[in-house]
């Protein structure tokens, strides 16, 4: 299976300042269709998770456009341009292009410093 | 709107059975795959298994294979999975989520203890 490895898995970050996520595969992710199928997900405490992102840049209808994603093959980043208070959580890199065995990220949990 | 709402949890004991639910509407549901992802407790999402739209391609975690078992009802809008010869290490919310994780579910807590 591919192995999905994220950084760092604690991100403490001041209100207003940006933060920056790492994932990298073991595999590369480029499909035979031609697309990457590298998703970003947020859970917030006590909820389901949201994706914020598919396809390696993709914002999803209502993410905000603090949230950017990008990368290719095996290395990809979130960014989210400044920090807001709503984004405490946890965020989640997914490979869905070997979709045999679709396979998640750690998780990298960022908090409010 | 999009639901996708799961039942059918609950505490089971070692080596036993439970059955999940996931009733979903407000798409076309015979259209979509559909996924099932556990999390344990204060743990990470971890996929469980995939079901295509019409039910003909099934794949599952080295993890479930062979104890549990994805379906679905395009009639019934709806998604199942047996799980059977539970372990203790299967305590867990378990989230149906729509292809590519558009859409998930409230989840459904599993907690296998004797």
């Known amino acids: 299976d591919v192995v999905m490895t994220q950084s760092p898995l604690s991100l403490p970050v001041t209100l207003g300042q940006p933060a920056s996520i790492s994932c990298r595969s073991s595999?590369?992710?480029?499909?035979?269709?031609?697309?990457?199928?590298l998703n970003w997900f947020q859970q917030r405490p006590g909820q389901s998770p949201r994706r914020l992102i598919y396809?390696?840049?993709n914002r999803d209808s209502g993410v905000p456009d603090r949230f950017s994603g990008s990368g290719s093959g095996t290395d990809f980043t979130l960014k989210i341009s400044r920090v807001e208070a709503e984004d405490v959580g946890v965020y989640y890199c997914?490979?869905?292009?070997?979709?045999?065995?679709?396979?998640f990220g750690q998780g990298t949990r960022l908090e409010i410093k | 709107e999009v639901q996708l709402v799961e039942s059918g949890g609950g505490l089971v004991q070692p080596g036993g059975s439970l059955r999940l639910s996931c009733a979903a509407s407000g798409f076309t549901f015979s259209s979509y795959e559909m996924n099932w992802v556990r999390q344990a407790p204060g743990k990470g999402l971890e996929w469980v298994s995939y079901?295509?739209?019409?039910?003909?391609?099934?794949y599952y975690a080295d993890s479930v294979k062979g104890r549990f078992t994805i379906s679905r009802d395009n009639a019934k809008n709806s998604l199942y999975l047996q799980m059977n010869s539970l372990r203790a290490e299967d305590t867990a919310v378990y989230y149906c989520?729509?292809?590519?994780?558009?859409?998930w579910g409230q989840g459904t807590l599993v907690t296998v203890s004797s």
């Open positions: 595999q590369s992710l480029v499909h035979s269709d031609g697309n990457t199928y």
């Open positions: 079901i295509s739209s019409s039910g003909s391609t099934i």
């Open positions: 989520a729509r292809e590519g994780g558009t859409y």
């Open positions: 396809k390696v840049s």
């Open positions: 997914m490979q869905g292009t070997h979709w045999r065995a679709i396979t």
